[in-house]
């Protein structure tokens, strides 16, 4: 009498069971590491999009706005009603800011700096910088000191 068998026994399942498992750990930390660099990317975005409306405000006044609030337009402060940039954007991660640096005297200058998440990044994109250890007298939010710098073109995110 010839027996059909049907189904798996239990070493094929687990055998499976255990190939699954190895295949979603790897996907999902490679997963965590793409979320990480598109907040990076989305970052320096952001800065670079600042950056140029900072340019623009600077072609108008001669000068730099004295402090920027995130999440606000930048806009004429003298009653002109240019709007340089409509919503000044917010890190894309929540406990993290941006940092705002100008020359208070004549604000002839701007430094923009952000956190980057991921540690390996070299992050030389749109004329920025990193800095892995940190630019002193920042804070990116959290007691963080902010890893990534974009300056104006008459500074050096290294100039202290």
Same mark, same amino acid.
């Given at each position: 009498?010839?027996?059909?068998? @049907?189904? @798996?026994?239990?070493?094929?399942?687990?055998?499976?069971?255990?190939?699954?498992?190895?295949? *979603? *750990?790897?996907?999902?930390?490679?997963?965590? %590491?793409? !979320?990480?660099?598109?907040?990076?990317? !989305?970052?320096?975005?952001?800065?670079?999009?600042? *950056?140029?409306?900072?340019?623009?405000? =600077?072609?108008?006044?001669?000068?730099?706005?004295?402090?920027?609030?995130?999440?606000?337009?930048? &806009?004429?402060?003298?009653?002109?009603? %240019?709007?340089?940039?409509?919503?000044?954007?917010?890190?894309?991660? *929540?406990?993290?800011?941006?940092? =705002?640096? %100008?020359?208070?005297?004549?604000?002839?200058?701007?430094?923009? =700096?952000?956190?980057?998440?991921?540690?390996?990044?070299?992050? @030389?994109?749109?004329?920025? !910088?990193?800095? &892995?250890?940190? =630019?002193?007298? %920042?804070?990116?939010?959290?007691?963080?000191?902010?890893?990534?710098?974009?300056?104006?073109?008459?500074?050096?995110?290294?100039?202290?």
């Amino acid at each position: 009498m010839i027996r059909h068998r @049907f189904g @798996f026994t239990l070493i094929e399942l687990l055998i499976a069971v255990v190939i699954i498992g190895i295949l *979603a *750990a790897i996907g999902l930390g490679q997963f965590h %590491t793409a !979320q990480i660099r598109s907040r990076d990317a !989305q970052r320096k975005e952001n800065l670079s999009s600042v *950056a140029k409306a900072l340019e623009m405000y =600077y072609n108008d006044h001669g000068r730099y706005p004295d402090n920027l609030v995130w999440g606000s337009s930048l &806009e004429d402060d003298d009653g002109q009603g %240019t709007i340089y940039i409509k919503d000044l954007p917010n890190d894309p991660s *929540a406990g993290a800011n941006y940092f =705002y640096q %100008t020359d208070e005297e004549s604000a002839g200058y701007y430094k923009l =700096y952000a956190y980057i998440e991921h540690g390996s990044d070299r992050c @030389f994109a749109e004329g920025g !910088q990193c800095l &892995e250890d940190g =630019y002193s007298d %920042t804070d990116c939010g959290s007691g963080r000191l902010c890893r990534y710098c974009l300056a104006s073109p008459n500074a050096s995110c290294d100039d202290e």
